[in-house]
């Protein structure tokens, strides 16, 4: 079974940065396409960042283009969003989640095309 646990988040200034951390506990780290998404308080979950197994595509929510940076450490099986200039609509609980992949080296964006979600971590924007 897969485990997720995503760190990093906490309470930061509009403007600064934070940078989210998901290990995962698999056994072919190699083949899972990766995302991260969000949920605020009374929205849906959205999706926000997604890497392909090999790390050479990726895709990002318009909305964050330019500010977040998601990569894959691939020596630790550990997933990263690096976040940027933060704002204060970007307060959510941030959730990292797995796709094994062995077939196409693509990236996923919605909620369903993913199997194994952490539990989330808490990213608080405000002054």
């Known amino acids: 079974q897969v485990q997720l646990v995503e760190s990093g988040g906490g309470l930061v200034q509009p403007g600064g940065p934070l940078r989210l951390s998901c290990p995962a506990s698999?056994?072919?780290?190699?083949?899972?396409?990766i995302g991260w998404f969000r949920q605020a308080p009374g929205k849906e979950r959205e999706f926000v960042a997604a890497?392909?197994?090999?790390?050479?595509?990726?895709d990002y929510a318009d909305s964050v283009k330019g500010r977040f940076t998601i990569s894959r450490g691939n020596a630790k099986n550990t997933a990263f969003l690096q976040m940027n200039s933060l704002k204060t609509d970007n307060t959510a609980v941030y959730y990292c989640?797995?796709?094994?992949?062995?077939?196409?080296?693509?990236?996923?964006?919605?909620?369903?095309?993913?199997?194994?979600w952490g539990q989330g971590t808490q990213v608080t924007v405000s002054s």
């Open positions: 989640t797995l796709r094994q992949e062995y077939y196409s080296d693509t990236f996923y964006v919605k909620v369903r095309d993913y199997d194994n």
């Open positions: 698999v056994g072919t780290w190699d083949y899972y396409a």
């Open positions: 890497i392909s197994w090999s790390g050479s595509r990726t």
